[in-house]
């Protein structure tokens, strides 16, 4: 038997370091020995969640009290295609693992996040997005097939032709429905390994949207939003970033850029040498006041800068998160939440600019904004939208706490008002009526219908699913 005191323990965390969870936790090597944890602690009453390289913000990937099941170890590529594109791999594959596998012979992956770390697994179960979820949509778009273990102990191929709708419901699930042990992708067939890079600065809300609204020949399009300014005025002012795909005759060196050597992150940020990253931000964001001149600097630079474009490699404009290692510890012990409503397209500006001044008039500034332009699908708990989101860090204090969460559920609400909705990977403050509005009853009562199928003695849980009552009638 699988007894709690013979299994090791370990406090995980979100990785935005606000929620943590003590619990015990396996590591299994392949899908057998997988299937017989999950058995295993079906009889001995263990709730079981899955967790990858854990790099959802809040509390998607805790289980206090339960069992982690620590999907790392299955990172094999189980089949590569380098003329077609198409790769499966298991569920603990890294987003960099993948990229690296792939590159030389021409193949990115066709969305990625801000960080190389996901796991695929993780990838699927949140749906990501990127900075190109305009043009390309989220990662389930691409994904072509999954193998599924359910919690009785079912092996299932899905795919949009194969258990259709439990591969709806998987991709953006967020590991409620199962556990994702193959993936199966196309990938995006590039010419070179360096993007055409444009950066400009914009000083309002309104010039942001009206670029955005002229964005669509753009590969990838992403905006910097300061949040605090000196002066209201100046909150809503942007750093503006584009890229599109070198073209073999416009990147001479294309051929020598796919190699993987080609593709190292930048040694220094703004100057700063990467390893001292963590130290000067933990300065700055020490006090409201150093962040903006941080802010001030960084628009400055933009604002001056030639906006001519510039090469750049595929890792150094996607992964900004991993050229800053240690990221995450310079906000302090209390650690950040990520607020990031959706917002559709007629109210995303008023709603961002409102969100902004509560922010401000409440002394509970974001020292990070970004946003990034979305288009629909039918995930069955897709956070995708015609519209916008505005991504900001909030530090989280022992004094501010209480006085954030309740701003976050009321800016909420205010999402909700205009027909918003939210990102599971990135929340950590919504109620359960909150959750209900932002995907609506017929939604989540077809999640429901499918967890009962597959687990119907409800094995799975994670803190994210007992905070939105998942479970839960209404």
Same mark, same amino acid.
């Given at each position: 038997?699988?007894?709690?005191?013979?299994?090791?323990?370990?406090?995980?965390?979100?990785?935005?370091?606000?929620?943590?969870?003590?619990?015990?936790?396996?590591?299994?090597?392949?899908?057998?020995?997988?299937?017989?944890?999950?058995?295993?602690?079906?009889?001995?009453?263990?709730?079981?969640?899955?967790?990858?390289?854990?790099?959802?913000?809040?509390?998607?990937?805790?289980?206090?009290?339960?069992?982690?099941?620590?999907?790392?170890?299955?990172?094999?590529?189980?089949?590569?295609?380098?003329?077609?594109?198409?790769? =499966?791999?298991?569920?603990?594959?890294?987003?960099?693992?993948?990229?690296?596998?792939?590159?030389?012979?021409?193949?990115?992956?066709?969305?990625?996040?801000?960080?190389?770390?996901?796991?695929?697994?993780?990838?699927?179960?949140?749906?990501?997005?990127?900075?190109? %979820?305009?043009?390309?949509?989220?990662?389930?778009?691409?994904?072509?097939?999954?193998?599924?273990?359910?919690?009785?102990?079912?092996?299932?191929?899905?795919?949009?032709?194969?258990?259709?709708?439990?591969?709806?419901?998987?991709?953006?699930?967020?590991?409620?429905?199962?556990?994702?042990?193959?993936?199966?992708?196309?990938?995006?067939?590039? %010419?070179?390994?360096?993007?055409?890079?444009?950066?400009?600065?914009?000083?309002?809300?309104?010039?942001?949207?009206?670029?955005?609204? %002229?964005?669509?020949?753009?590969?990838?399009?992403?905006?910097?939003?300061?949040?605090?300014?000196?002066?209201?005025?100046?909150?809503?002012?942007?750093?503006?970033?584009?890229?599109?795909?070198?073209?073999?005759?416009?990147?001479?060196?294309?051929?020598?850029?796919? %190699?993987?050597?080609?593709?190292?992150?930048?040694?220094?940020?703004?100057?700063?040498?990467?390893?001292?990253?963590?130290?000067?931000?933990?300065?700055?964001?020490?006090?409201?006041?150093?962040?903006?001149?941080?802010?001030?600097?960084?628009?400055?630079?933009?604002?001056?800068?030639?906006?001519?474009?510039?090469?750049?490699?595929?890792?150094?404009?996607?992964?900004?998160?991993?050229?800053?290692?240690?990221?995450? =510890?310079?906000?302090?012990?209390?650690?950040?939440?990520?607020?990031?409503?959706?917002?559709?397209?007629?109210?995303?500006?008023?709603?961002?600019?409102?969100?902004?001044?509560?922010?401000?008039?409440?002394?509970?500034?974001?020292?990070?904004?970004?946003?990034?332009?979305?288009?629909?699908?039918?995930?069955?708990?897709?956070?995708?939208?015609?519209?916008?989101?505005?991504?900001?860090?909030?530090?989280?204090?022992?004094?501010?706490?209480?006085?954030?969460?309740?701003?976050?559920? =009321?800016?909420?609400?205010?999402?909700?008002?205009?027909?918003?909705?939210?990102?599971?990977?990135?929340?950590?403050?919504?109620?359960?009526?909150?959750?209900?509005?932002?995907?609506?009853?017929?939604?989540?009562?077809?999640?429901?219908?499918?967890?009962?199928?597959?687990?119907?003695?409800?094995?799975?849980?994670?803190?994210?699913?007992?905070?939105?009552?998942?479970?839960?009638?209404?």
């Amino acid at each position: 038997m699988l007894l709690r005191h013979e299994l090791p323990r370990r406090v995980y965390d979100g990785f935005g370091r606000a929620a943590v969870g003590l619990s015990v936790f396996v590591r299994p090597h392949g899908v057998d020995e997988l299937q017989l944890s999950l058995e295993r602690a079906a009889n001995e009453g263990l709730k079981v969640a899955f967790r990858g390289n854990g790099r959802s913000y809040g509390d998607a990937a805790l289980n206090t009290g339960q069992l982690i099941v620590d999907m790392t170890a299955m990172d094999k590529v189980l089949s590569w295609d380098g003329e077609t594109g198409v790769i =499966e791999a298991e569920p603990g594959l890294t987003i960099n693992q993948l990229w690296q596998h792939t590159l030389a012979d021409g193949w990115w992956p066709p969305v990625v996040p801000g960080t190389s770390w996901p796991t695929l697994g993780g990838c699927v179960a949140m749906n990501i997005h990127g900075k190109n %979820h305009y043009k390309l949509g989220g990662f389930g778009d691409h994904v072509l097939e999954l193998d599924l273990l359910t919690p009785t102990g079912q092996r299932l191929l899905l795919s949009r032709e194969s258990n259709a709708e439990l591969f709806r419901g998987v991709l953006g699930g967020f590991g409620m429905l199962g556990c994702v042990t193959r993936v199966k992708m196309q990938l995006k067939r590039v %010419h070179g390994g360096r993007l055409l890079v444009r950066q400009w600065a914009l000083p309002t809300l309104s010039h942001q949207f009206d670029a955005w609204e %002229h964005c669509q020949g753009e590969d990838y399009f992403v905006s910097w939003t300061d949040c605090l300014g000196f002066g209201s005025s100046q909150a809503g002012r942007s750093q503006m970033h584009s890229a599109r795909y070198a073209q073999p005759d416009q990147d001479q060196e294309g051929a020598v850029t796919l %190699h993987r050597d080609a593709q190292r992150l930048p040694g220094s940020l703004m100057g700063v040498p990467a390893p001292l990253v963590p130290l000067v931000l933990k300065v700055f964001y020490s006090h409201d006041l150093m962040v903006r001149f941080m802010n001030q600097a960084k628009y400055a630079a933009s604002f001056y800068s030639s906006t001519a474009p510039f090469f750049q490699s595929h890792a150094g404009f996607h992964f900004l998160l991993d050229q800053m290692p240690g990221f995450r =510890e310079a906000y302090g012990a209390g650690g950040f939440i990520q607020f990031q409503p959706f917002v559709p397209r007629e109210h995303a500006q008023q709603v961002f600019a409102e969100i902004i001044r509560v922010g401000l008039r409440r002394d509970l500034p974001s020292y990070l904004g970004v946003i990034k332009r979305y288009r629909p699908d039918d995930f069955l708990l897709s956070h995708a939208l015609d519209g916008y989101s505005l991504a900001l860090d909030f530090k989280v204090t022992a004094s501010n706490r209480s006085a954030l969460w309740q701003t976050c559920q =009321e800016l909420a609400d205010l999402v909700l008002d205009a027909g918003g909705k939210f990102y599971p990977a990135k929340d950590l403050i919504l109620r359960p009526d909150q959750f209900r509005r932002a995907f609506g009853q017929e939604r989540i009562t077809a999640f429901r219908e499918l967890r009962k199928q597959v687990d119907p003695d409800r094995v799975l849980r994670t803190d994210l699913s007992v905070r939105l009552g998942i479970d839960e009638p209404g």
